[in-house]
């Protein structure tokens, strides 16, 4: 298993695997079938993958101390960055069929309707981490400011989750779906915190009686 | 006479002792084969959703009023791309969760403040006047638009055989719902059998259509079949589907949108670019299968002339 999760062919087909919902939404028009909305059809195909490579962004941590699997943590980036690549795609569709690129439009529909506040926003956050995704850039910022910097992909995807909600008319499974894992990797997170903050607090109080080193 | 004893099984049919010894391994790579022909499967459904056949039948039409001389949509774009959340809430669904739900027998049931209240079955009510072909306009509180060429005739014609008594102001319809066949009603987030009424002057207008049929067939049955309403100046949820209740009534009855969201629906849900929906503007819209939403919402839909007469005196923004 860890063998295979080093292989960088494992990483190639996991690239090729994430492209396979791009090409789900490009087949059926090469393909010349009936699309009646053929908009709407992009949109959410490329709103609920970039919802689900959010999901599956946040998976790997968890996964790696859950499974003892630390090589998950060569997929995380990648991972990532699809979700901003699927998010370009929507909030490319977005400003540009929906909204013409006219940013008067574009300016009145985020102030006025929070769920498009909320999608704006949940994508926006997403630019920073893209950018800051390179390891040069984790040497720029150094390793603590750049993992606080990357905690704003846990907004992003709670702001993810509500413009899903806000949006359906009727019809809450679906997002209420994406809230119950959302809320399920957060949590696990909030959990793992407090049990390191009570490791530590245990740790400074009760006094050291190995030496430091000798634990190395 | 001849009893032919076939042999069926000859010595190449038999079983290699290798893979006899080996059907471990062989159940197991069938079962893989397996889960990659599904997995296949459902891959190549995404991609090239199937275009199912629809039972219908021809109906004889004549040419009706107030049919627009815009570019009609295709049949396959109107029967796959439906709000019918009885059989699922995604535009695809319908088309193809609804091809057995059972459309004969049917009757309509009139009732309430009329002389004459029975029970029409849906043979009747094709005979009840000449069927017209109408072309209408179409146009979804979601922003969306088809034209569709409609078969029917007006619903004041059968509202004239049951004979409305002077109390009655308003008609609520009802539409079919058996959880059995719609399984995935129960996920819709709306309460079902759907509710929608009209007030009388609203449903005598000869616009109302008491509709059985569209492109030459009748209707397909993610479209509504076998009879609904279409009331082309009001938003598409106005139209009720697969209809089987009509009351007439006293009072304004509910509707199953308002009671979801009242804030969003309103009982009239007249077409108006000038009120947006609190989540969107309604100004625009898209007539299918466009990208761009290019077209400009007119209000009633475009039917002001036959229509706005009804409001006359009436806040608009108020009464959404």
Known sequence: ???????????????????????????????????????????????????????????????????????????????????????????????????????????????????????????????????????????????????????????????????????????????????????????????????RRRRTALANAVPQRTPINAAQ | MLIRKSPDLTYADVTLRSVYLDRRKFLRSAGIAGLAAVAGKRLLDLASPSRSVFAST???????????????????????????????????????????????????AVSGEVKKPRKFSVDEILKLAPLEERIYRHRCVEGWSI????????????????????????????????????????????????????????????????????????LPNQDGAPVRMVVPWKYGFKSIKSLVKIRFVKDQPPTTWNISAPQEYGFYSNVNPEVDHPRWSQARERRLPEFFKSHKTLIFNGYADQVASLYTGMDLRKNY
Not at chain 1, 7 to 31: D, E, G, N, Q, R
Not at chain 1, 113 to 132: E, K, M, S, V, W
Not at chain 1, 158 to 164: D, E, K, N, T
Request: charged share 15%.
């Open chain 2, 147 to 218: 034209v569709v060429p409609w078969i029917g005739f007006p619903f004041s014609v059968l509202a004239n055989l049951v004979e409305a008594t002077p109390k009655a102001r308003f008609v609520a319809f009802e539409s079919y719902y058996d959880p059995k066949q719609m399984p995935l009603g129960k996920y819709a987030g709306i309460q079902l059998p759907y509710l929608e009424g009209l007030r009388l002057d609203e449903a005598m207008n000869p616009l109302a259509l008491l509709c059985v049929g569209m492109y030459g067939e009748t």
């Open chain 1, 1 to 195: 298993m860890h063998r295979f999760l080093s292989s960088k062919w494992t990483k190639a087909a996991l690239f090729v695997l994430c492209l396979v919902p791009l090409a789900a939404v490009i087949w059926p028009f090469v393909h010349r079938d009936t699309i009646p909305n053929p908009l709407e059809f992009i949109q959410h195909a490329t709103g609920d993958w970039t919802l689900r490579f959010l999901v599956i962004t946040l998976t790997v941590t968890p996964l790696r101390q859950l499974l003892h699997l630390p090589e998950l943590i060569r997929f995380r980036r990648m991972l990532g960055l699809f979700a901003f690549f699927y998010g370009c795609l929507h909030f490319t569709t977005y400003l540009w069929f929906d909204k013409l690129f006219d940013p008067h439009e574009i300016w009145k529909d985020v102030y006025k309707r929070p769920f498009i506040t909320l999608g704006f926003l949940a994508f926006t956050l997403l630019i920073p981490l893209a950018i800051t995704s390179t390891a040069g850039w984790i040497r720029r910022l150094g390793g603590r400011r750049w993992r606080i910097l990357h905690r704003a992909i846990y907004v992003s995807a709670v702001c993810a989750v509500i413009h899903y909600y806000w949006l359906v008319k009727s019809a809450v499974i679906r997002p209420l779906f994406y809230a119950a894992l959302v809320g399920l990797l957060l949590a696990w997170r909030v959990g793992e915190w407090l049990l």
């Open chain 2, 58 to 108: 021809k109906l004889t039409t004549i040419k009706g009023p107030f049919s627009t001389d815009e570019k009609i949509n295709t049949f396959n774009e109107v029967a796959h791309y439906n709000n019918f959340y009885e059989f699922g809430v995604d535009k695809d669904q319908p088309a193809k969760n609804s091809q057995r739900f059972v459309t004969s027998p049917w009757t309509v």
